[in-house]
């Protein structure tokens, strides 16, 4: 069974550090481009970061650049996305999910096949 499971989320001030995890069961997250999303109340889904298959290569959106990390355990078959000196407009719902495709200039949009996709953990940043 194909699963997607998100943690590491939770409430942090300003300034301060998360690590998420995706962690995939049923298929080989190495084999998949892999995507990290955010949705904030009232606000559409926004692509945050991601990685491809096999190679790793990495993509950012702009406002994110320089403070998140995104990264893959295959020991684990885990994505990891390590967010740094976070901000309050950081508040949103993050998701992981399989992607279409992710090159250091774009990323992809989620794959139809919603087995793929993680169900989202929280992140609150405020004081």
């Known amino acids: 069974q194909v699963q997607l499971v998100e943690s590491g989320g939770g409430l942090v001030q300003p300034g301060g550090s998360l690590r998420l995890s995706c962690a995939a069961s049923?298929?080989?997250?190495?084999?998949?481009?892999i995507g990290w999303f955010r949705q904030a109340p009232g606000k559409e889904r926004e692509g945050v970061s991601c990685?491809?298959?096999?190679?790793?290569?990495?993509y950012y959106t702009e406002s994110v650049k320089g403070r998140f990390t995104i990264s893959r355990d295959d020991a684990k078959n885990t994505v990891h996305l390590q967010m740094n000196s976070l901000k309050p407009e950081d508040t949103a719902v993050y998701s992981c999910g399989a992607i279409l495709g992710c090159i250091s200039s774009a990323m992809g949009a989620l794959t139809s096949n919603r087995d793929y996709w993680g169900q989202g953990t929280q992140v609150t940043v405020s004081s």
């Open positions: 990685i491809s298959s096999s190679w790793g290569s990495t």
């Open positions: 049923g298929f080989t997250l190495r084999t998949r481009h």
